[in-house]
């Protein structure tokens, strides 16, 4: 599925697999603030951002964006050997020794924002907004210049 600008969209019953995922990302182990890291990548000519989150309320958040397109979910069991899925039906069910531990995902650049004043919190989790929280934003980028 796509938006009306062709972006992707996930269906009712990805997001249903997805809010699966989000519940399985709690019981993850905890990971050290160096190795719970968040990266944003993308390029001028792109309408898209390329983001690596370890943080698992970022993880969380990104699996609950119905504008997320996964690129890689990362799995780790007891052994602490890593699997990596593109899709994620192909994830569940987890055993129980596994837990979800990164995503990377292509969002619109539309749902980033850099704010010109700091937010009322450091908050990690409010890094990510929903298309509703966008749809002034989105517009703007739409009709705005470089």
Known sequence: MSDENGHFMAS???MEVRQQLADEVKRARRLTPTEAETVIRFAKDED???I???????VKSILGHS???????TVQDENETFSSYRDPEEVLPLEDSERVVSISARMPIGT????GSSRNSDSHAQ???TPSDVADIREAFDNGED
């Open 12 to 14: 009712n019953e990805e």
């Open 48 to 50: 898209t951002y390329l």
């Open 52 to 58: 690596n989150a370890s943080e698992k309320t970022l």
């Open 67 to 73: 504008m997320a397109c996964m690129t890689r979910l």
């Open 112 to 115: 980033l924002t850099v704010k």
């Open 127 to 129: 890094i990510i907004n």
